[in-house]
């Protein structure tokens, strides 16, 4: 497959919680609806809204009661993640009959490279029949962006919004991407912008012009990435694969208050970890990192991690490493949000280790431990032992997550 | 072959730094022989090299015999203990780096004295070069390694620290014209090479190649056009010079050319003869340096200029060298 | 230089030293035959470098007369077709003549070649033999010694010094070891006759040894075996076998076997090896060849082996004892196959201090000579 000449698509669902409530009650069709996670507690956000309740200031992430003091007639759903899966499935499965060539890259958003599949027709043709037989099938809108890589057309899709087809040509991005605010660039988040405002950096174009040594200083290689995709050059492939290499477990969890107990907190991060080891004995893997994220009262937020030499599994070994990881990290300041990630996952099945001769005393002196464990999956069964723990994963604000099981990618900056 | 003493007439500095630490026998385990390509960086290798094996060596001199079984086949290519790395295209490839790595470990086949010149080393990938500064850290004792570059600044910066640099300056015109002419080069040749500056290697490939030749003939065959109002410098570039400078590159060669052309004219208003680099052309340039005053010369000498900017800036060449040949046709 | 001399052992000679050369070579002279003619005799020599053979053609040898004239001298000749040359002249004589311009032609019969040839004074200088500094085996113990050896050297460049192994000769006690970290291969034999030698570090490449055992018949004629600084040489009367060492240390190896252990099991060998080749059917499927080996009441080993996608294999094997704690432990099923046939005795005894730690095996008598020691591998 050639990079040159690519012709790629960004598919992405408008509100799309939103609107598959909306394509199951046709008479919330208009009506500002917004999808929370905890509709009765301060926890509760928005995770999405129907643009009439965008159109009044109800914003993803917001706080409910903030959402209502902006829109009082709001509409707030508990999601029903089958309802919302279902659709996905069926999105995508229209996608692939165009070209195999989809990659997932959330539940309501996919790259396809169509550039092998509109021979003789017109790429704008075929993306409106695509958005057609969305809409008239699942009764649902969604955006389409077509450019020659995946950056941009991630970009047009968010051009035109709902039922919007843009068309970003790369001669095109010196009037129509270079003037968007910085913090419009899909890759720049709150705090890459704040950087980048430092050095005058306001629009996109302003980044695509700028030299690319100070912007590596800045953001180190983030910076020559985002230059260059600034300039309209990104050649990632749209890989079908990518969505089955789940590279992490989190879980996440606003606090109910700001803590700054560090016994309280220190509960919290032992349920976390239990729940991360829960999901990751349902994938039978190992993790070799793991991370903490903590979000203070201000919402500054940090993420710490800590590479293993050895495979962890258990709540213990996981909420032991967190733990340590908090006492070093955390500030003393009000903690609002807690998570906790097992990276670098191995398959357990595969993670046997071939011990070394010259090192295995370390291994060695851990037998005993070994022994017990085994003793006691051996007595009381392999399921027993894990099945005592395995309370049902509540919502979290990383749902997403949980229940993208098909298509495994979180999505920044949503959760 | 040369020697030291030879050498040491065109890179005093690099070739004094190299003696002094074999005669002092402070040979370090690593060496970065760094500057321009054709100012013997390769030829000091290989002296050091002969040095380092030489079975007749003298304390006091930092000479090779030339003579000995070992200087004869490291000229030959034959001895075992000397490895040359040379990349194979972009990259060191991977073969290479696994015989580079196999060789580190393995013994030397005829004493434990063991000798690399890794050429072009700035093209080591990263793996290549790791495993190099892996031996580097921990060199066994008989061993020494010299890595050539012309861009020492795309080294990896661990690699660098841990070699004694050696710089090799830019050769003199002079000097270059001496090395072309020892290449075998014609005078003419190597006059006009070494007044472009062109390193010793391109200049012997170039020399061997009939385009040059053809180049120059038609570079002047235009000045007799334009500088004869009888006859059709414009058709002239149509019909020929056009046909054989394609491409940018070539095309600014072909400007290099005219400009050496103007050059001479005002070396001999100036009475340089010596300085004339067209000189198997002299009576030509005698003639047309009646034709062109001093000042005209000049002034066409920035013509030239312009229209190398404008080929630069990516003027249409056809056009930019159409109003060139306007303003020096007479 | 000129020599006339018999086909067949001149023929013999060159596939000899054939196999010390590689059609691809950084040193081009080393794709080239070494023919040096002396008043004794014949010598050539083929090299990759790596491993150098010589082959010597004497003059006469036990009545039979191989070479009927030798002007000396000595010339390189491109071996690429002197084989299928030699191979195919008509006669059973060979005249090859050498003139001062490194022609060579060869003649036999009404054939003959002219080929151009190389100084030989461009060829590899080896290093001379040093018979003071010497010691002799016999051909079938060598060839044992490495076959016991070998298999357990490093295929893996990450410590290269691995990839040989490491000979040790003190107080007439001559010891091989080869380990590849995970498991190591150690024989000893007693030397008669070396009281004044001694060497350590000497480190032979996995692969140069490989060369050597498929060289050597099985005989029980005796192999001189001199080390210098950068070779090693092997030499029986008529061809000599020499090989570049590895350079740097081998780690001390003596303190990485356990000097104790808490379970012993006794076994038939032959039995033990294929219930583990049986059980490492499946097993060749997981990552490390894993077999797990538990041991029961009664004298009985379980052997199991579990591949997630294809099944699971148990068995369990007779021993003629286990002494000691219960053991469960896990490991790579080709080093313990590799182990119990490099020790080819009927009994073994292994030795455990654990499922985390190395374990022994020895042949149950005789058990100073020979040793292998394996590590396990850690399940989750």
């Given at each position: 497959m050639s990079k040159k000449g690519r012709i790629i698509y960004h598919v992405d669902m408008n509100s799309f919680y939103a609107s598959v409530e909306m394509a199951y009650r046709p008479e919330l069709k208009g009506k500002p609806v917004a999808i929370a996670g905890n509709p009765e507690e301060r926890r509760g956000i928005v995770v999405t809204s129907s643009y009439e309740a965008r159109a009044k200031g109800v914003k993803t992430t917001m706080p409910l009661w903030q959402a209502y003091s902006h829109c009082p007639s709001l509409i707030v759903l508990k999601p029903n993640f089958d309802r919302y899966r279902e659709a996905s499935r069926h999105m995508f499965s229209i996608l692939s009959e165009i070209t195999p060539y989809v990659q997932p890259v959330s539940i309501d958003e996919g790259y396809m490279d169509v550039t092998d599949y509109v021979n003789e027709e017109n790429p704008i043709q075929v993306a409106e029949n695509i958005q057609k037989r969305i809409l008239n099938e699942l009764d649902l809108p969604c955006s389409i962006g077509?450019?020659?890589?995946?950056?941009?057309?991630?970009?047009?899709?968010?051009?035109?919004?709902?039922?919007?087809?843009?068309?970003?040509?790369?001669?095109?991005?010196?009037?129509?991407?270079?003037?968007?605010?910085?913090?419009?660039?899909?890759?720049?988040?709150?705090?890459?912008?704040?950087?980048?405002?430092?050095?005058?950096?306001?629009t996109i174009g302003d980044l695509a012009t700028k030299d690319v040594l100070t912007l590596k200083n800045l953001l180190g290689?983030?910076?020559?990435?985002?230059?260059?995709?600034?300039?309209?050059?990104?050649?990632?492939?749209?890989?079908?694969?990518?969505?089955?290499?789940?590279?992490?477990?989190?879980?996440?969890?606003?606090?109910?208050?700001?803590?700054?107990?560090?016994?309280?907190?220190?509960?919290?991060?032992?349920?976390?970890?239990?729940?991360?080891?829960?999901?990751?004995?349902?994938?039978?893997?190992?993790?070799?990192?793991?991370?903490?994220?903590?979000?203070?009262?201000?919402?500054?937020?940090?993420?710490?991690?800590?590479?293993?030499?050895?495979?962890?599994?258990?709540?213990?070994?996981?909420?032991?490493?967190?733990?340590?990881?908090?006492?070093?990290?955390?500030?003393?300041?009000?903690?609002?949000?807690?998570g906790v990630t097992a990276q670098h996952l191995t398959p357990r099945e595969e993670m046997a280790k071939q011990l070394d001769l010259f090192n295995y005393e370390k291994e060695a002196e851990k037998e005993e431990l070994y022994v017990a464990m085994d003793q006691i999956k051996e007595k009381y069964g392999k399921d027993a032992f894990i099945k005592l723990k395995d309370t049902k994963a509540k919502m979290s604000t990383s749902f997403q997550k949980d229940f993208l099981s098909e298509f495994r990618e979180n999505k920044k900056g949503k959760s | 072959m040369t020697t030291w003493v030879e050498l040491e007439k065109f890179q005093p500095v690099a070739v004094k730094m190299i003696n002094n630490s074999i005669t002092r026998q402070r040979i370090a385990h690593a060496y970065l022989f760094h500057g321009p390509p054709g100012t013997g960086k390769q030829e000091a290798s290989l002296l050091f090299a002969m040095r380092y094996f030489c079975e007749n060596k003298d304390e006091h001199s930092s000479e090779p015999c030339h003579e000995c079984v070992s200087c004869k086949r490291i000229q030959s290519g034959n001895h075992p203990d000397l490895h040359w790395i040379e990349p194979d295209g972009q990259s060191i490839k991977k073969d290479q780096i696994e015989y580079l790595q196999k060789e580190f470990t393995y013994t030397g086949l005829e004493s434990n004295q063991k000798f690399y010149v890794v050429k072009q080393a700035e093209k080591m990938t990263v793996n290549a070069a790791n495993r190099l500064l892996k031996f580097l850290e921990e060199p066994s004792q008989d061993t020494v390694a010299v890595l050539i570059t012309e861009h020492s600044g795309q080294m990896l910066d661990t690699i660098v620290s841990?070699?004694?640099?050696?710089?090799?300056?830019?050769?003199?015109?002079?000097?270059?014209?001496?090395?072309?002419?020892?290449?075998?080069?014609?005078?003419?040749?190597?006059?006009?090479?070494?007044?472009?500056?062109?390193?010793?290697?391109q200049a012997v490939e170039w020399n061997e190649d009939d385009w040059f030749a053809e180049a120059r003939k038609i570079v002047i065959q235009l000045m007799d056009k334009v500088m004869n109002s009888n006859e059709e410098g414009y058709l002239y570039l149509h019909q020929v010079y056009l046909k054989h400078f394609q491409g940018r590159e070539s095309l600014e060669f072909g400007l290099e050319l005219l400009l050496i052309w103007f050059q001479d004219i005002i070396s001999l208003h100036l009475d340089k003869q010596d300085s004339v680099v067209l000189i198997d052309q002299m009576e030509r340039l005698e003639q047309f340096h009646y034709i062109v005053s001093l000042s005209e010369a000049k002034t066409l000498i920035y013509e030239v200029l312009y229209t190398k900017r404008r080929l630069a800036q990516n003027v249409h060449p056809t056009l930019a060298m159409e109003n060139l040949i306007l303003q020096l046709q007479r | 230089?000129?020599?006339?001399?018999?086909?067949?052992?001149?023929?013999?000679?060159?596939?000899?030293?054939?196999?010390?050369?590689?059609?691809?070579?950084?040193?081009?002279?080393?794709?080239?035959?070494?023919?040096?003619?002396?008043?004794?005799?014949?010598?050539?020599?083929?090299?990759?470098?790596?491993?150098?053979?010589?082959?010597?053609?004497?003059?006469?040898?036990?009545?039979?007369?191989?070479?009927?004239?030798?002007?000396?001298?000595?010339?390189?000749?491109?071996?690429?077709?002197?084989?299928?040359?030699?191979?195919?002249?008509?006669?059973?004589?060979?005249?090859?003549?050498?003139?001062?311009?490194?022609?060579?032609?060869?003649?036999?019969?009404?054939?003959?070649?002219?080929?151009?040839?190389?100084?030989?004074?461009?060829?590899?200088?080896?290093?001379?033999?040093?018979?003071?500094?010497?010691?002799?085996?016999?051909?079938?113990?060598?060839?044992?010694?490495?076959?016991?050896?070998?298999?357990?050297?490093?295929?893996?460049?990450?410590?290269?010094?691995?990839?040989?192994?490491?000979?040790?000769?003190?107080?007439?006690?001559?010891?091989?070891?080869?380990t590849d970290?995970?498991?190591?291969?150690?024989?000893?034999?007693?030397?008669?006759?070396?009281?004044?030698?001694?060497?350590?570090?000497?480190?032979?490449?996995?692969?140069?040894?490989?060369?050597?055992?498929?060289?050597?018949?099985?005989?029980?004629?005796?192999?001189?075996?001199?080390?210098?600084?950068?070779?090693?040489?092997?030499?029986?009367?008529?061809?000599?076998?020499?090989?570049?060492?590895?350079?740097?240390?081998?780690?001390?190896?003596?303190?990485?076997?356990?000097?104790?252990?808490?379970?012993?099991?006794?076994?038939?060998?032959?039995?033990?090896?294929?219930?583990?080749?049986?059980?490492?059917?499946?097993?060749?499927?997981?990552?490390?060849?894993?077999?797990?080996?538990?041991?029961?009441?009664?004298?009985?080993?379980?052997?199991?082996?579990?591949?997630?996608?294809?099944?699971?294999?148990?068995?369990?094997?007779?021993?003629?004892?286990?002494?000691?704690?219960?053991?469960?432990?896990?490991?790579?099923?080709?080093?313990?196959?590799?182990?119990?046939?490099?020790?080819?005795?009927?009994?073994?005894?292994?030795?455990?201090?654990?499922?985390?730690?190395?374990?022994?095996?020895?042949?149950?008598?005789?058990?100073?000579?020979?040793?292998?020691?394996?590590?396990?591998?850690?399940?989750?």
């Open positions: 077509i450019a020659p890589n995946k950056f941009l057309a991630k970009m047009a899709s968010d051009m035109k919004k709902p039922m919007g087809i843009t068309v970003l040509r790369k001669r095109e991005i010196k009037h129509k991407l270079w003037i968007l605010p910085i913090e419009e660039m899909y890759g720049v988040g709150e705090k890459t912008a704040d950087k980048l405002k430092k050095i005058d950096i306001e290689i983030n910076g020559e990435r985002l230059h260059q995709r600034a300039n309209g050059i990104d050649d990632r492939p749209v890989d079908p694969d990518a969505v089955h290499e789940f590279k992490s477990i989190g879980n996440s969890t606003t606090l109910p208050y700001d803590m700054t107990n560090q016994t309280e907190i220190f509960k919290v991060l032992n349920q976390l970890s239990e729940k991360v080891a829960a999901r990751m004995e349902r994938k039978d893997v190992v993790a070799e990192n793991i991370q903490l994220m903590i979000r203070y009262y201000d919402r500054k937020t940090i993420t710490r991690s800590k590479q293993l030499n050895e495979f962890i599994e258990t709540k213990d070994e996981i909420s032991n490493i967190a733990k340590r990881l908090f006492q070093q990290h955390w500030n003393e300041d009000p903690v609002r949000l807690l | 841990r070699c004694q640099r050696i710089q090799f300056h830019t050769l003199s015109g002079e000097h270059l014209y001496q090395q072309l002419l020892d290449q075998g080069l014609a005078e003419s040749t190597a006059k006009l090479f070494s007044s472009m500056k062109m390193d010793v290697n | 230089m000129k020599i006339l001399i018999e086909r067949e052992p001149l023929m013999a000679s060159i596939q000899n030293v054939m196999k010390a050369i590689s059609s691809k070579t950084t040193i081009p002279i080393l794709s080239g035959i070494k023919l040096e003619a002396n008043d004794q005799g014949v010598k050539l020599t083929g090299s990759n470098s790596d491993i150098t053979i010589e082959s010597i053609i004497p003059k006469e040898e036990d009545g039979v007369i191989n070479i009927h004239e030798i002007i000396p001298g000595q010339i390189v000749v491109q071996a690429k077709f002197l084989p299928e040359i030699i191979k195919k002249l008509p006669n059973n004589q060979v005249e090859i003549d050498v003139d001062d311009d490194l022609n060579l032609k060869i003649k036999s019969g009404h054939a003959e070649f002219k080929l151009n040839g190389q100084d030989a004074e461009e060829y590899p200088q080896l290093p001379m033999l040093q018979t003071e500094n010497s010691f002799d085996l016999q051909i079938d113990l060598l060839k044992m010694l490495i076959r016991q050896t070998n298999f357990a050297v490093s295929v893996s460049e990450t410590r290269p010094i691995l990839t040989g192994v490491h000979l040790k000769l003190e107080e007439n006690l001559l010891e091989l070891v080869a970290s995970h498991r190591l291969a150690s024989r000893k034999i007693s030397m008669n006759d070396a009281e004044e030698l001694f060497f350590n570090n000497v480190v032979i490449p996995g692969k140069s040894l490989s060369e050597l055992n498929k060289i050597l018949d099985e005989t029980q004629d005796t192999i001189q075996i001199s080390v210098t600084d950068n070779q090693i040489l092997f030499r029986t009367k008529n061809v000599y076998f020499l090989s570049r060492l590895l350079d740097g240390n081998y780690p001390e190896t003596s303190r990485l076997i356990p000097n104790q252990s808490k379970t012993v099991v006794k076994v038939n060998s032959k039995e033990l090896i294929e219930s583990i080749d049986r059980a490492s059917l499946l097993a060749k499927d997981n990552r490390n060849n894993i077999v797990k080996l538990v041991t029961k009441g009664q004298n009985t080993l379980q052997i199991t082996s579990n591949s997630p996608e294809i099944g699971h294999v148990e068995e369990t094997l007779e021993t003629d004892s286990i002494d000691g704690e219960e053991l469960k432990i896990s490991f790579n099923a080709k080093y313990m196959i590799d182990a119990l046939r490099a020790i080819d005795s009927d009994k073994v005894s292994i030795n455990f201090t654990g499922a985390m730690r190395p374990f022994v095996i020895r042949p149950e008598e005789d058990d100073e000579q020979i040793l292998q020691l394996i590590t396990p591998v850690r399940t989750y």
